[in-house]
């Protein structure tokens, strides 16, 4: 069994907690969080630290993108493995290089950018690269609300709640329907000047609107379709989709808990989803798998 | 520069070195044919045996499935490595065994059933159970030609030519239409039983039509549906579609040489499409890949 640790308790990380559950070779050690109460999930420990629990060998990160990286250096350093869905794409590469090193120095496993987008997709892409290496691949996304989006505009100063809704435009083009409620005395003005020009929103056409109480517009489901047209060897035309239609937390949850099998068995360091042979993300025998899947 | 030999000239051989020329890193060392002329591809040589072609790295098996146990396990006991494109499902995972002791006493890499199905749809189904490990997937085909049942019919006495088109019925059902040419004085009952009763065919509903001429017939497109509902965690009715529509052998050729590509970055034995890491199977530094696919 993999003793496994969830280190957060939003969406994803009550998500990820359904889904080491279900898992048939995983047991929950506990959950790290510093709000939640001792008492509050019966038997599961809940702690302050990862230091409190003891004999886990990974911790499924269910926090936002930009605690990640310090947070997950300091356990793979450890020696306890890690999975985070960090989120930021320009910063995958440097975030990747930095989790090399300290899982190798720490002789720990690092799953790294897993989940819906990068992580499912980040596979799908290369797949169809694979398949066609010249041509062009369309991500769009939505609708629907996307968690990274809508945890950054949070942080926002005068920001009380929110929600981004992402709209596909076509040919990988989004617009961002950015839903606030306001805390009192903010100005909407410059709150919406803030966020269309952080990282998260600066390159899209982006709305912001202002409302009340936001419970009747939170859906969690999210969608996408990836679209590829390209060459394989000398012929053209050739067509490529992947569609997903989802509860966003469950699969980025279940994504992470199937990533987190898959990087125990690897070599010390980090691994992306391109690095992970698909057949390590499940539960069963090679010889079971290869005939089912292959 | 990775040697690459093509073992066979039929359609996947063709598109084989079409894919060959157009990689960045392959290099063409030769063609294997027992039928093919010696001059027949100007500079490219052509060859009766693997044994005549120098420093070959790699060997691209385009070949019938029947035939590729026996052809691959030579040249891998050799120390050459092998892709191979074997389709029989039911078989792949005796044949991945055998050329996983055939490679590691060769100290050689296969990557084998690679290409269409078993080939790129493998890898999908492998990631759409990741991300939701419990439900149904249906693998949709057609229409179009397949070509290992067109293959399988030629083989059948009386027959002068034949192909073989799948249509899909929905949830993994499919029909095959199978259009004949006859020998001269082949019985088209006994031809027909045969057929039926072949494994290619024995499973599904068939029909076969006896045609003067096929050339006017012959598309080598192809298509796919793969569908997954399942359950991610706790949350119900994740949904999953992969949908290709493409020049069937040229898609095949170009996975083969993709796999070439991965499966040499490997340690010694066999490796399905679950086996392979995405990354392996693309052209690029790992900055570059991580930074565009990620």
Known sequence: MIKAAVFGYGNIGKAAIEAINAAPDFELAGVVSSSLEKGALGKIPVVRDVDEL????????????????????????????TVDCFDIHSETYNLFTRLDAAAKKGNSRCATSIGFDPGIDSAIRALFEAAAPK???????????SMGHSVAVRKIPGVKDAMSVTIPVGAGVHRRMVYVVLEDGADFNKVTAQIKSDPYFVNDETHVIQVSNLDMLIDRGHS???QRKGVSGSAQNQRFTFEMSIDNPAMTAQMMVSAARAVLRQAPGAYTMLHLPPIDLLYGTEEELIRRLV
């Open 54 to 81: 003891s004999d886990v060998q990974i911790v499924i990160l269910c926090i936002p993108s930009r605690n990640v990286p310090d947070i997950a250096e300091k356990i793979l350093l450890k020696g306890i493995s």
């Open 135 to 145: 041509g062009l691949t369309y991500t769009n996304f939505g609708p629907g609300m």
């Open 224 to 226: 996408v379709s990836i």
